[in-house]
Nanobody, 126 residues
Framework: QVQLIESGGGLVQTGGSLKLSCTAS????????MGWFRQAPGKEREFVAA????????MYADSVKGRFAISRDNTQNTVYLQMNSLKPDDTAEYYC???????????????????WGQGTQVTVSS
Protein backbone atom coordinates (compact mmCIF):
# COMPACT_ATOMS: atom_id res chain seq x y z
CA GLN A 1 0.00 0.00 0.00
CA VAL A 2 1.40 3.34 -1.09
CA GLN A 3 1.45 6.10 1.48
CA LEU A 4 2.75 9.65 1.22
CA ILE A 5 2.90 11.59 4.47
CA GLU A 6 3.55 15.34 4.35
CA SER A 7 4.67 17.49 7.25
CA GLY A 8 6.15 20.90 7.91
CA GLY A 9 3.30 23.22 7.09
CA GLY A 10 2.28 26.08 9.32
CA LEU A 11 1.76 29.80 9.71
CA VAL A 12 4.56 32.15 8.71
CA GLN A 13 4.90 35.86 8.05
CA THR A 14 5.64 37.34 4.64
CA GLY A 15 9.29 36.85 3.82
CA GLY A 16 9.62 33.85 6.08
CA SER A 17 10.61 30.28 5.30
CA LEU A 18 9.22 26.80 5.74
CA LYS A 19 10.49 23.37 4.79
CA LEU A 20 7.98 20.70 3.83
CA SER A 21 8.77 17.00 3.97
CA CYS A 22 7.04 14.05 2.36
CA THR A 23 7.95 10.49 3.30
CA ALA A 24 6.86 7.68 1.04
CA SER A 25 6.23 4.01 1.70
CA UNK A 26 5.07 1.19 -0.53
CA UNK A 27 6.94 2.52 -3.58
CA UNK A 28 10.37 2.00 -5.10
CA UNK A 29 11.22 5.54 -4.15
CA UNK A 30 14.49 5.77 -6.05
CA UNK A 31 12.59 5.04 -9.28
CA UNK A 32 9.71 7.43 -8.62
CA UNK A 33 9.42 11.00 -9.87
CA MET A 34 8.12 13.17 -7.04
CA GLY A 35 6.22 16.40 -7.26
CA TRP A 36 4.73 19.11 -5.10
CA PHE A 37 1.42 20.76 -5.91
CA ARG A 38 -0.71 23.28 -4.09
CA GLN A 39 -4.34 24.25 -3.99
CA ALA A 40 -5.82 27.44 -2.61
CA PRO A 41 -9.54 27.73 -1.73
CA GLY A 42 -11.63 28.14 -4.85
CA LYS A 43 -8.70 27.48 -7.17
CA GLU A 44 -7.48 24.50 -9.15
CA ARG A 45 -4.58 22.41 -7.97
CA GLU A 46 -1.38 23.83 -9.44
CA PHE A 47 2.10 22.53 -10.02
CA VAL A 48 4.88 23.79 -7.78
CA ALA A 49 7.96 21.63 -8.36
CA ALA A 50 9.12 18.17 -9.39
CA UNK A 51 12.30 16.14 -9.09
CA UNK A 52 13.65 13.19 -11.03
CA UNK A 53 14.90 9.87 -9.73
CA UNK A 54 18.38 10.97 -8.73
CA UNK A 55 17.66 14.65 -8.14
CA UNK A 56 19.66 15.67 -11.22
CA UNK A 57 16.50 16.94 -12.87
CA UNK A 58 14.24 19.49 -11.22
CA MET A 59 11.54 21.76 -12.53
CA TYR A 60 9.61 24.63 -11.00
CA ALA A 61 6.58 26.74 -11.63
CA ASP A 62 7.53 30.25 -12.70
CA SER A 63 5.81 31.64 -9.61
CA VAL A 64 8.26 29.90 -7.25
CA LYS A 65 11.52 29.90 -9.23
CA GLY A 66 14.36 31.34 -7.20
CA ARG A 67 12.39 31.06 -3.95
CA PHE A 68 11.60 27.35 -3.59
CA ALA A 69 13.94 24.36 -3.83
CA ILE A 70 12.95 20.73 -4.18
CA SER A 71 15.29 17.97 -3.05
CA ARG A 72 15.16 14.31 -2.15
CA ASP A 73 16.92 11.76 0.02
CA ASN A 74 16.49 8.31 -1.48
CA THR A 75 17.97 6.68 1.63
CA GLN A 76 15.10 8.14 3.68
CA ASN A 77 12.36 7.85 1.00
CA THR A 78 11.73 11.54 1.54
CA VAL A 79 11.25 14.55 -0.71
CA TYR A 80 11.56 18.10 0.57
CA LEU A 81 10.36 21.52 -0.46
CA GLN A 82 12.33 24.42 0.97
CA MET A 83 10.25 27.56 0.67
CA ASN A 84 11.90 30.94 1.14
CA SER A 85 10.72 34.53 0.73
CA LEU A 86 7.14 33.39 1.22
CA LYS A 87 4.30 35.59 0.04
CA PRO A 88 0.59 35.65 0.93
CA ASP A 89 -0.09 34.23 -2.57
CA ASP A 90 1.77 31.08 -1.50
CA THR A 91 -1.00 30.32 1.00
CA ALA A 92 -2.48 26.94 0.08
CA GLU A 93 -2.76 23.30 0.94
CA TYR A 94 0.44 21.66 -0.30
CA TYR A 95 0.43 18.09 -1.59
CA CYS A 96 3.23 15.77 -2.52
CA UNK A 97 2.63 13.31 -5.32
CA UNK A 98 4.31 10.26 -6.79
CA UNK A 99 4.64 9.52 -10.47
CA UNK A 100 5.48 5.84 -10.70
CA UNK A 101 5.07 5.46 -14.46
CA UNK A 102 6.81 7.88 -16.77
CA UNK A 103 4.59 8.52 -19.77
CA UNK A 104 3.59 11.23 -22.19
CA UNK A 105 1.74 13.41 -19.71
CA UNK A 106 3.74 16.47 -18.77
CA UNK A 107 5.35 16.29 -15.35
CA UNK A 108 3.66 19.55 -14.35
CA UNK A 109 0.19 18.05 -14.83
CA UNK A 110 -1.62 16.54 -11.83
CA UNK A 111 -2.79 13.77 -14.19
CA UNK A 112 0.79 12.51 -14.42
CA UNK A 113 0.77 11.42 -10.77
CA UNK A 114 -0.96 8.36 -9.41
CA UNK A 115 -0.49 8.72 -5.66
CA TRP A 116 -1.08 11.73 -3.43
CA GLY A 117 -0.48 12.70 0.14
CA GLN A 118 -3.14 14.11 2.42
CA GLY A 119 -1.78 17.65 2.25
CA THR A 120 -0.26 20.13 4.67
CA GLN A 121 -1.50 23.68 5.10
CA VAL A 122 0.80 26.63 4.52
CA THR A 123 -0.48 30.05 5.52
CA VAL A 124 1.52 33.21 4.88
CA SER A 125 0.33 36.28 6.72
CA SER A 126 0.82 39.78 5.35
Amino acid sequence: QVQLIESGGGLVQTGGSLKLSCTASGVTFSRTVMGWFRQAPGKEREFVAAIGFSAETTMYADSVKGRFAISRDNTQNTVYLQMNSLKPDDTAEYYCAARRNVGRIDTSSPQAYDRWGQGTQVTVSS
